[in-house]
């Protein structure tokens, strides 16, 4: 089979420009957390993505453009990313290899803390974030809240700089405490909206997610209306992945309609007025709603891959070479006639593995049966199963120092991403709602 990589010349699809009218005007994102652009591509749009994840019956107005029987493009959307930030030089690397490709210039990703920023903001520098912000988006650090991790939540023993803190108590500006200075940026910015995102663990901690909720309320003096989060399950929106995160949704008060804000203040909201995206296929048994698709494969997701040897996609031909481990976590192969497991921020040996030997339990006897070896997930298969493009470069030659991304560090960004098509679930949501919303 002759390998068909989906890395497009965006110049040869005009048609996916969003077609702005007087009163569609450019929506202004800045972006905290970044990482490698997950949450940033979503609201973005103009990505392929596969035809089957698109519910042409429940978003009959989203105007894609087709490449082929199988894979189409999203179209763009009114918001533009004028502002990324994250720690991780890494993720910066991918994201503006990719977003530099579609006019967004590199100098908007500032690799600092948001502790920094917000000190330096106090400090006199005003500039440091832009002005006419409408919307903030941020999936700040989940590892503290995470059930894979230890949970220390609030108490975490981890800065805002991923170090071990000295004194080995919680602290304002640790890892744990990172949405309180999200809040500081929402007060200093103040955006129409603010979208947040966490692990599902977050919801079974305690009353960690109402007093998040209550804490964001506060952003602005006050200003801030914080609908109930909700955990979303990625597979119930095409994406061919077991992963759950919760969203929180604050809304600036002074900016809403009357009858918008009377709406989203009530116990039940009204389904016309609900942030959160329709579903638009079925993976778990709350998933209800007219016309929903079956939920979309692993399989699907990897039409057209070759082997790693076979392949001229960099980020296909590395994979972990960590051996099996026995029962610990990521020693299991993918189903692929089910959903991908959820794409961790993980080291080599914890990479699920696309085959595995009969000797070590593995099931794709036919793939076996060719000759296929035993091998861990690529970068390319982790980043499919997530709905990154093809054209999102992901292992990247290090032509000066610091300027690459290796195939491990790779693995650690995708994993640490928003899937982009359930982000962009999300923007066309609010995009759609927007007059309605605002004033």
Sequence with gaps: MKEKLLKLNYESFPCMDHKSTESEKTIRVLSLFSGCGGMDLGFEGNFTVLKRSVNKQVHPNWETTDIDSKWTILPKTRFTTVFANDIRLDAKNAWTAYFSKKNIPENCYHV????????????????????????????FPCQDFSVAGKRQGFNSKKSHLGKDIEENMPSIESRGQLYMWMREVVSIVQPKIFVAENVKGLANLSDVKEIIESDFSDAGNGGYLVVPARVL?????????????????????????????????????????????????????????????????????????????????????KFSKAKFGGKTQGQTEVNLNGVGPTIRSEHHGNI???????????????????GLSERRLTVRECARIQTFPDDYDFVIPAIKKGMGVSASNAYKIIGNAVPPLLAFNIAMRLQENWDKYFK
């Design 112 to 139: 600092c803390s948001i502790v920094d920023m917000v000190k330096s903001y106090y400090s006199g520098d005003k500039t440091i974030f832009p002005t006419n912000i409408d919307v903030i988006t941020g999936g």
């Design 233 to 317: 399950h990625a597979a119930n929106y095409g994406v061919p992945q077991n992963r759950e995160r919760i969203f929180f949704f604050g809304f600036k008060k002074s900016a809403l309609k009357s009858e918008a804000q009377a709406a989203l203040s009530s116990p039940i909201i009204n389904g016309e007025y609900d942030p959160y995206p329709e579903y638009t296929h079925k993976y778990t048994s709350d998933a209800h709603g007219k016309y929903l698709l079956p939920f979309v494969t692993v399989q699907e997701y990897f039409e057209y891959l070759l082997e790693p040897e076979q392949s001229f996609d960099l980020s296909q031909q």
């Design 352 to 370: 699920e593995y696309r085959r595995l030997s009969v000797e070590h339990g593995g099931k794709h006897f036919e793939e076996l049966k060719q």
